[in-house]
């Protein structure tokens, strides 16, 4: 009765072996793998067992920030192509190379305190503030938060011949653009030990921020709030939103 059993699975066995083989037409198959470069580049798919001179598809997707380069085989170009369509004739692993894109910046002014003006009282071409060139990254609806964290930053070791406007210590609490007007909420820090203050200080931090959030052709003024307040620092409250206009005709 064993024996009989083990004949009967052995026949069963060779009959499943003779379908596959049948079902496959007598020819070998091979097996294809795909991969992507870097795998946080983006996704490779279509591979898997294929019969011999079957077309086979492979296909890859770039995730965001990612470019799609080429299809590679064995270390040569096979396609630039992201959809790579060939005959199996053999086992292949192929590498779907992406690339990260480049960072998008952009040149933006960011004005600082003039130490001259500052000094002598007299006013130059943008007031009591000059603008120095950065460059941010170009995130669309950010370059103005982006922009003002310059300001916040203050200038760096090269730029030996600007004044910082405010501390470097400022946290931005809350921001919102519409309308033409953005409204910045800023922490205590504001007014903090940092803060050089008097009528020149606040004069130099209005003309400084208005002059370079204004740049962005959604402001046209601005307000500042400290802890959701308005700003007054003894010399002037900011109650309202103010533009360039105001600033070269009542703060200059």
Same mark, same amino acid.
């Given at each position: 009765m064993w024996i009989?059993?083990?004949?009967? *699975?052995?026949?069963?066995? *060779? %009959?499943? %072996?003779?379908? *596959?083989?049948?079902?496959?037409?007598?020819?070998?198959?091979?097996? *294809?793998?795909?991969?992507?470069?870097? %795998?946080?580049g983006g996704l490779a798919a279509g591979g898997g067992r294929y019969v011999q001179g079957q077309r086979a598809t492979v296909a890859a997707e770039a995730f965001e920030n990612y470019t799609?380069?080429?299809?590679?085989?064995?270390?040569?170009?096979?396609?630039?192509?992201?959809?790579?369509?060939?005959?199996?004739?053999?086992?292949?692993?192929?590498?779907?190379?992406?690339?990260?894109?480049?960072?998008?910046?952009?040149?933006?002014?960011?004005?600082?305190?003039?130490?001259?003006?500052?000094?002598t009282g007299e006013a130059g071409e943008f007031g009591f503030v000059t603008p120095v060139l950065r460059q941010i990254r170009d995130i669309r609806g950010g370059e103005i938060l982006l922009a003002l964290h310059e300001l916040i930053d203050g200038p760096s070791?090269?730029?030996?011949?600007?004044?910082?406007?405010?501390?470097?210590?400022?946290?931005?609490?809350?921001?919102?653009?519409?309308?033409?007007?953005?409204?910045f909420d800023l922490s205590a820090e504001m007014f903090g030990p940092d803060w050089s203050g008097g009528t020149l200080g606040g004069m130099v931090f209005t003309q400084a921020i208005v002059r370079t959030l204004t740049q962005f052709p959604a402001v046209d003024r601005v307000q500042i709030l400290v802890e959701g307040e308005y700003w007054e620092d003894g010399h002037f409250v900011w109650d309202r939103p103010i533009g360039i206009s105001d600033i070269e005709d009542e703060h200059s």
């Open positions: 009989y059993k083990m004949k009967r *699975i052995a026949l069963v066995a *060779i %009959t499943l %072996t003779l379908m *596959i083989f049948v079902g496959a037409g007598c020819s070998p198959q091979y097996q *294809i793998e795909v991969e992507a470069q870097p %795998t946080e799609f380069v080429e299809w590679l085989l064995e270390d040569e170009t096979v396609s630039e192509n992201r959809i790579y369509e060939f005959e199996v004739t053999s086992d292949a692993r192929l590498v779907a190379v992406f690339e990260q894109r480049p960072e998008e910046t952009r040149e933006i002014s960011v004005f600082f305190g003039h130490p001259e003006a500052m000094t070791s090269e730029e030996e011949d600007v004044l910082s406007v405010m501390p470097d210590d400022v946290e931005i609490l809350g921001f919102e653009v519409g309308g033409g007007v953005a409204v």
